[in-house]
């Protein structure tokens, strides 16, 4: 019979081999999750989806229905397009351009001709990257149903594993699938009060969608309410939930080229068509090419599927806007037709959701006695703003535009009402972002030795300094307790560059971007956006 000695013994044997049992389970279970993690980046164990699944959800499966919304707390109203997913054919994605009402280029930058777009802006890549899937709702032809928005809550958020594996697949997919649009309706917001005969909802006749019409092309100057938010079929349609159908309405679609289209493209060419219901239904837009329809008073973008095209973000969504200087931001970096653009490059990298609109010659405001619906929505970009209002934080680059039409003016007399016609426009729209209730930050504009177009030294920096000091004011006020509205000051990191400078950002024009300038603006917007978190 074993003494005191061994039986302890025995009893410390036995605890070791539980303990080295113990521990090798806990190895192998380690190196299970591990190998899984690393097959399956973003697992849960708690029964969410993996970021691989929960990133392709992302782009809606063919026959699933939605719609999506676009705002306008000016006019107090709400527009919306149904839409249904189906399979992307073979064919090209403007082979039915035939049918639409107006050929490509016919509103190259009808409103902002003052600045030209760029020599050079490389070949345009999809805008748009990571948004939940629509809310699928059973909508007929008509849009009838009050479905919700095309971007709600996802089922899951991504995990924060990336990688390129999965932004290509998300690419695939969202090229592998069109959306087409099946009704547009407005409805006035709650509460809202329009009197009898509102423009919104009144009933006049709607422009002929004739594509033979001679004056089909584009708005006709001398009948400025053709395209007003009026402009509708003389029995209008009412439908459930206040909405009423406007598919007899020209609305105006958008869309980011695809590297095939951008390659193939007329000179001047711009992405877009506009018609009724009926023409742009014909025009399938894959989710890749981020379809939007302008409403057909120009006062808002409704975007289909925003944040949903090529890469896989998991932090907050950011809504880059601007003029023609962040449209160059576009083009690859390496100078390829595939390799990733500028900025988007940058706002992957940083793990953003993110959707890029640049369009050349837009301001922040219109000019006095501008065009009327459509036409409007061509010079500034309060429609896109308004569209991509889903963005968690909104980095807004305009401003060179406004100061340059103020610099083209006649005389002192006009410069000075054209500065303050900018600034008094200005404020109202800035309002509204700060009461939109997120993040948006405002980007100052360069401002030194810049001749814009054909005007004298100085006049447009002059302009530029009085609109970036009422940003940098408008961001800093005790009005905004929040603190929704900040400030990124690019003037500050850009006025050392100048065309004169041993290091210049700016190309012979001294407005658009070199090289080493789009690597600058492209990292400052990336910091921009930070400012929002």
Known sequence: MPGPTGDSLSRSVAVRGILATFLVILLVAAVGA??????????????????????????PAPGRTGAATCTD????????????????????????????????????????????????TGPSTPAATNAPPATSTPTGPTGSTG????????????????????????????AAVTLVPTGFAVRPLPGAQPSPGSPALSSSPARSADAGSPSAGSPSADSPSADSPGATASRTPTLSDGWQSRDADRWLLRWSATLNEVATAAPDEE???????????AVPMSVQQDPRFVTPDGACSVYLAPFVAGTAGTRNRVA??????????YGSENGTATGPGWLMKRLDR????AEIAGQGGRRWTIKPNSDSGLEKADASML??????????????????????????????????????????????????????????????????????VRTAPGQFDAAAVRINDYLRQRADTPADPKNRLRVWDWAAHADGHGTTDPQPWFGADTIHLNQLGHAAYADDLTSAAALCG
């Open 147 to 174: 479905s919700t928005g095309s971007t709600g809550s996802a089922t899951a958020t991504p995990g924060p594993a990336r990688s390129a594996d999965i932004a290509a697949e998300l690419a695939e997919r969202a």
């Open 271 to 281: 992405w877009v068509r506009m018609g009724p219901l009926a023409t742009l239904a």
């Open 320 to 329: 880059v806007i601007g003029d023609s200087l962040v449209a160059q931001l």
């Open 73 to 120: 707390p000016l006019a107090k109203q709400e527009w919306r397009v149904t839409w249904r997913a189906i399979k992307t054919v073979a064919s090209s994605p403007t082979g039915a351009s035939a049918e639409a009402e107006i050929p490509p280029g016919s509103l190259a930058h009808a409103a902002g001709a003052d600045l030209p777009a760029a020599a050079s």
């Open 350 to 353: 940083a793990g953003y959701q």
């Open 383 to 452: 429609d896109e703003i308004r569209g991509l209002r889903q963005a968690t934080s909104v980095v807004i680059a305009l401003g060179t535009n406004d100061a340059g039409w103020v610099a083209l003016a006649s005389n002192q007399e006009q410069y000075e009402l054209r500065l303050a016609w900018v600034l008094l426009h200005l404020s109202p729209i800035l309002d509204e972002l700060r009461d939109r209730g997120h993040c948006t930050v405002l980007t100052t504009m360069a401002t030194r030795n810049k001749r814009y």
């Open 34 to 59: 591990a190998l899984l993690a690393t097959r399956d980046p973003g697992a849960s164990s708690s029964g969410q989806l993996t970021a691989r699944e929960a990133t392709l959800r992302m782009v």
